[in-house]
């Protein structure tokens, strides 16, 4: 399948609104990254306090007398089996970015894909015997001795995600759910000429 290297030229013709300057978006890519991984994490762990593990809460020996320290019982933090202080517990790790930062972020990172030539357009992408040979075989003919790629179409066949799923390092994906931490990580784009409009739109102010 033929393929072309996707320049700044061909983006502002298809209608992308792009960021040439180095230093604009940085902040704005940064904070999306940051949030798409936070918002990633369960925030599950838990430990138990003193006033939770499994102890019989009687006093250890007499307050006076022994010559060791009073203890007041055996689920004491100092104590092995003892709680924990301030260890970590149940919470939500979300952060919210806004919409404004969230477009930014993106025009910033599909700009500097771009501009590195890692962005590749084609006219479609579409494997029809599902096989996955063929899918290697396809993107092999797009990019040559690309270690992970990242296809951006309007929509893919069934037959195309059959053959798609036992590639690890590549991913399917439509124009209106990839993000940022997406377009960051992989080695090439390939953007299909029907997602053209949907990123256009994504990109805009």
């Given amino acids: 399948m033929a393929a072309s290297v996707l320049t700044l030229d061909d983006a502002r013709g298809a209608n992308f609104e792009v960021i040439e300057e180095d230093a604009k978006g940085s902040q ?13 994490r369960s925030g599950t762990a838990n430990t138990k306090t003193r006033g939770e593990v499994a102890a019989t809460g009687k006093k250890p020996w007499r307050q006076k007398g022994t010559g060791r320290a009073r203890a007041g019982g055996n689920a004491s933090p100092i104590w092995r089996g003892g709680g924990t202080v301030f260890g970590p517990r149940p919470r939500s790790y979300e952060k919210t970015v806004n919409k404004r930062t969230r477009r930014l972020a993106f025009r910033k990172a599909f700009s500097e894909r771009i501009k590195a030539g890692d962005v590749l357009a084609v006219n479609g992408f579409e494997i029809a015997d599902g096989k996955t040979k063929s899918f290697i075989s396809e993107v092999a003919g797009i990019s040559p001795d690309t270690g992970s790629v990242l296809i951006i179409s309007d929509s893919f066949s069934d037959n195309t995600y059959l053959a798609a799923r036992n590639v690890q ?13 997406q377009l960051l990580y992989f080695d090439k784009i390939i953007v299909t000429s029907g997602a053209m409009d949907t990123l256009a739109q994504r990109t805009a102010k």
């Fill in 28 to 40: 704005a890519v940064h904070d999306m990254v940051t949030a798409l991984r936070a918002n990633r």
């Fill in 169 to 181: 390092p590549a991913l399917l994906i439509s124009a209106d759910e990839v993000n940022v931490e």
